[in-house]
């Protein structure tokens, strides 16, 4: 069992001490959520071959409160190979390939999470926070080495007390840091839960970040724990508000249009999922855990101007900011 | 109006008759299908710009029989740019460019259909046949040109007696010219509608063929003529055979998951989708027509083994030879 103790024990390595943090979270999230709903979290271990590390998925479905939701962790290293080390020397520059094949030890570890409830008044959300670190494969030091992740939230209707407090706490939780953060993860944020082909957000974002290492991993660490932190008090007041919400049939057929296109999204456009499928052997039903339970699509479907439905469209093509 | 005496004019260029036939099909086609309903279909015509082309899109949705169902032509033309020619060269050596700016005049038209029953013991099927030219921007004679296309049945139920059926239509209609189409055809099917990351085939296949001009193409054009022939004799009787078998909420249920499946392998892995909605100023509508009305997701979700459900997968698993 992980504690509290080891993420805060800077004599640790960062990769332990992030490790840890991903398994607290997802027992303190998944206990919070639960909290919600009358059935609980099934959980899935599964290994990486033999040797390469593996993960934990927590899985909840056809809850009274979630339609399905995942909670997943995956600790996993390897080798990468030449092609792979080409294309992050883009970004990476200090990274050092072995002589003999050029390839570069790595080691990643995530917590990325997707939640749909049932009610279509209460939002999807999703939240990822991940460390990547490469190693020299002769004196196995730390090489190169970043944090990404972000959360953020998806609604079928627009409530804007819920967009603001889901941004305003993720706001504040970064701001003790940094006030250039927030301003500028929710920009970003915004860019990357862009669906092209429709000229629509995914929903009313959030903050999303990647290849972040201009501080210290030490206090990094501190910013992805207290984004992290965030989420709870972010997303589990909003479902308590909504989840009972009375609706109407064509609510609900509007909330499974949304969740067509949260899966263009994750299918067509997002890089983790695309990466994932393309990589051998990783665990597919952990990927596509982010896939709701239902979706629909209907042939050049238009809310009527004015409508709940369009309120909500006018935000996610044009966004908005709510902090 | 187009004449069926258009389509077998030798005296006119190969466009102009493959523009008919497609038109011919389009007509008759949804008179066939809406001929198995009780709800017709809906006309939408759009244009791309205002002088490359255009399409008609015929859409049924909600139907009795049908719960989806799409049958688009498009008729487009333009100018390559340089990168795109640059691809194509690979396959296509006497494509002559520009000398101005490197690009190429083309010519590209084609019918595509998707059609999803609401019946889980009836099955969905693919058509689509297109014929694609450059022309030379100096002289404006033809240089490259080529035909692609095939359709195939995607059950949720295996009815074995079905996937002959349907095989066996098209295959008569291909080894009337050449014997050697056929088995050629339905490997290139098996192989082209795989979905990798499932480690399995989107249905039970038919006929896929593309870059197409071994032969005249008055003779390829009388090929996919038969072929595209072949389609109301090979689905109809099918659907007229099992839209009223009856069913249980099991399953429609498990019909949703294979219509998951269907939209992993159209959003991430059919090229025709990806190259269409990367596409500037292409119509979405007429692309994404193809998802169904409705599809689920259920994490790592297995049928018992030897149960119907399973009986389909293991043809999906190892591709069978129907005819």
Same mark, same amino acid.
């Given at each position: 069992?992980?504690?509290?103790?080891?993420?805060?024990?800077?004599?640790?390595?960062?990769?332990?001490?992030?490790?840890?943090?991903?398994?607290?979270?997802?027992?303190?999230?998944?206990?919070?959520?639960?909290?919600?709903?009358?059935?609980?979290?099934?959980?899935?271990?599964?290994?990486?071959?033999?040797?390469?590390?593996?993960?934990?998925?927590?899985?909840?479905?056809?809850?009274?409160?979630?339609?399905?939701?995942?909670?997943?962790?995956?600790?996993?290293?390897?080798?990468? +190979?030449?092609?792979?080390?080409?294309?992050?020397?883009?970004?990476?520059?200090?990274?050092?390939?072995?002589?003999?094949?050029?390839?570069?030890?790595?080691? *990643?570890?995530?917590?990325?999470?997707?939640?749909?409830?049932?009610?279509?008044?209460?939002?999807?959300?999703?939240?990822?926070?991940?460390?990547?670190?490469?190693?020299? +494969?002769?004196?196995?030091?730390?090489? *190169?080495?970043?944090?990404?992740?972000?959360?953020?939230?998806?609604?079928?209707?627009?409530?804007?007390?819920?967009?603001?407090?889901?941004?305003?706490?993720?706001?504040?939780?970064?701001?003790?840091?940094?006030?250039?953060?927030?301003?500028?993860?929710?920009?970003?944020?915004?860019?990357?839960?862009?669906?092209?082909?429709?000229?629509?957000?995914?929903?009313?974002?959030?903050?999303?970040?990647?290849?972040?290492?201009?501080?210290? +991993?030490?206090?990094?660490?501190?910013?992805?724990?207290?984004?992290?932190?965030?989420?709870?008090?972010?997303?589990?007041?909003?479902?308590?508000?909504?989840?009972?919400?009375?609706?109407?049939?064509?609510?609900?057929?509007?909330?499974?249009?949304?969740?067509?296109?949260?899966?263009?999204?994750?299918?067509?456009?997002?890089?983790?999922?695309?990466?994932?499928?393309?990589?051998?052997?990783?665990?597919?039903?952990?990927?596509?855990?982010?896939?709701? *339970?239902?979706?629909?699509? *209907?042939?050049?479907?238009?809310?009527?101007?004015?409508?709940?439905?369009?309120?909500?469209?006018?935000?996610?093509?044009?966004?908005?900011?709510?902090?």
């Amino acid at each position: 069992m992980v504690t509290k103790e080891q993420i805060h024990d800077s004599s640790l390595p960062v990769r332990e001490r992030m490790e840890a943090l991903i398994r607290w979270k997802q027992q303190e999230i998944t206990s919070a959520l639960a909290a919600l709903d009358t059935v609980t979290f099934h959980t899935d271990k599964w290994t990486r071959g033999n040797t390469g590390g593996g993960g934990e998925s927590m899985v909840l479905q056809n809850g009274t409160t979630f339609e399905k939701g995942g909670v997943n962790i995956s600790i996993v290293h390897g080798k990468l +190979p030449h092609e792979a080390v080409t294309r992050m020397k883009a970004d990476h520059s200090n990274l050092k390939e072995s002589a003999k094949d050029g390839s570069v030890d790595f080691f *990643a570890c995530g917590l990325s999470m997707v939640i749909h409830p049932i009610n279509p008044h209460a939002p999807t959300t999703h939240a990822n926070y991940r460390y990547f670190e490469t190693t020299d +494969p002769e004196t196995k030091e730390v090489q *190169a080495w970043w944090f990404g992740g972000g959360a953020d939230l998806t609604p079928s209707y627009l409530y804007e007390e819920d967009a603001k407090h889901f941004h305003q706490q993720h706001k504040d939780a970064l701001d003790k840091f940094d006030k250039d953060l927030y301003p500028k993860w929710k920009k970003w944020c915004d860019e990357y839960f862009f669906i092209k082909h429709r000229g629509e957000t995914r929903g009313v974002g959030g903050i999303f970040f990647d290849d972040y290492d201009e501080k210290s +991993p030490d206090e990094i660490l501190k910013i992805v724990e207290s984004a992290f932190d965030a989420f709870i008090p972010a997303y589990c007041p909003i479902i308590a508000k909504r989840k009972d919400t009375p609706y109407t049939p064509e609510q609900k057929q509007w909330q499974q249009i949304r969740r067509g296109r949260y899966v263009e999204f994750n299918l067509v456009l997002d890089r983790g999922t695309q990466f994932g499928l393309q990589t051998p052997g990783s665990r597919v039903e952990s990927i596509l855990m982010s896939l709701p *339970a239902t979706a629909a699509w *209907a042939y050049d479907h238009h809310p009527e101007k004015g409508s709940d439905e369009d309120k909500l469209l006018e935000v996610l093509k044009n966004p908005v900011e709510w902090v």
